[in-house]
Each structure stands twice: as C-alpha cells, then as structure tokens.
C-alpha cells in the first residue's frame, strides 16, 4: 500500500503522455474534404500518394496534414476593365472550380492554401482585361456577352489547368456600362428597332400593292377571256334557259314570246 503512490503517479503520467500523442496523431478529414500529409521527418509534402480521404486517419504527431475543400466551389469578382476604346467597364463574374484531387501535394507545395488569391483570381483578372478590350461597349451590352464570356473561362482554363486546378465555368453575371454610354447605346438600339419596324411596314405595303395588281390584272384578263368567248348565239341560248326558269316558277306572271331584244320573251308579273 506505501508504493501504490509510488507505482500510480507514473502510471498516470503514462496515460496522459498517451492521451496527448493519440490526440495528436488523430486526424479526422470532414465530408468533401482532403488532406495533405507533410512528413516533418522525412521528404516534406507527400506528393507521389492520393491524399488522405475522408474520415479517421493516424499519423505521426510530429507530421501535420493541411486541410482542403475537395468539393466544387464557387467565387466571386468584381472588376473593372476598358473597353477597345478605352471606356471603363465593370464586369461581375464568378468562378466555379476545384483542386485537382490527384495533384492535392503539388498544388500545396507550390502554390499554398491560398491558391485561389495567389492563382485563380489574378488569372480570370488578366484573361477579363484581355478579352474586353476587343470588344467596343455596345458588343458588351447586346451580342456579345456569351462569346466574351466563352473567352474568359479559355484563357483562364489554359493557365489554371497547369497549376493544379480544376476550372469547371466562367460565368459573366452583370455588365455594367457608364450611364451616359448605356443611355447612348439604348437609344441606338430603339432607333434600329423603329427603323426595321418601318421598313417591314414598307415592304408589307409594297407587297399588298403587288397583290392588287396582280389581282386586277387576272380579273381583267378573266373578262376579256370571257367577252371573246360570247356570242350572240350563246347569249340568246342563255335567256332562254333563264325564261324557262322563271315560267316555271309559281308566281304569277305574263309571258310575251318574241318581244324583247334578239327575239326573247318578255316576261311582266309579281314576284
């Protein structure tokens, strides 16, 4: 019983000095993340090994593992730019990306944790400078925003794909115009408008007139067609066949054979 407290206190500083290596050498990777292992003892970042998944790891308590978001991610940017005559632009863009997940050690060893301002933010910067500055204000403002922003996210994947990032999109969200520009642009695109609008009225009047003329031209060569056709035989044969119509009818009438014009009846009486 005089050595328990002897044998204890030892005892229990064992158990702390384990306690405190197991806390050290536990690593617990969350979801969608991964970590890079730096072997403090031995050749520094691990490179030529996946990193460590998701989930209990453990490692030694002299080496460190670094923490990354594995997932897609998305960032933000506002921007200005000059236009191809030197007017200043803003442009709104975001950025949907990730680590290249196989290339975790490389992209932690050179470049570092803060990748995104070191790489990818000067990068869509530079490639946006470029890109806008082909294009005068109004192209930005109308028809050629998708082109502009296709443009963007090729010369930024180009750079970024060598230095372990994965570029999913580039998306332009907002473009924003001096007012005096946006204003003058607007206008610009309102006149086209109403001058395609009376153009189209022109061309529809031109065309309504070309179908008059064709119209009465059919109708008058249909009359002459039908007046070289007529004949005072056929003509008398006619009002006969319509003298027979009528005698037959039940209403009351008189008929006076041979009376009228070319020998026709003339029939007198109420409907």
Known sequence: MDKLPKIAL????????LVIIISKSAVVIGSGEA???YKTLG?????DEPPLSEGFHIVAPWNKVFIYEARRQEIFEKMKVLSSNGLDIQLDASAWFMP?????????????????????????????????GRY???Q???SKRDAIQQEIFEETKKIVSNQHIILDDILVRDVTLPPT?????????RQEQESLEYKFRLEKADKEAQRQVIEAQGKADANRILSASLTDKILQDKGIEATLMLAQSPNAKIVIVGSGDAGLPIILGNN
Do not use: W
């Open 35 to 37: 970590g890079v292992l």
């Open 136 to 138: 005068t204000p109004e």
């Open 100 to 132: 290249n997940y196989d290339e975790m050690g490389f992209l932690h060893q050179r470049i570092g944790e803060n990748y995104v301002q070191r790489i990818l933010l000067p990068t869509i910067r530079s490639a946006a400078r470029s890109v806008v």
């Open 43 to 47: 050749e520094g970042v691990v490179t």
């Open 140 to 142: 930005l403002y109308s």
């Open 181 to 189: 520009i946006k204003d003058a642009i607007e206008r610009k695109l």
């Open 10 to 17: 030892p005892a229990v500083l064992i158990i702390l000095l």
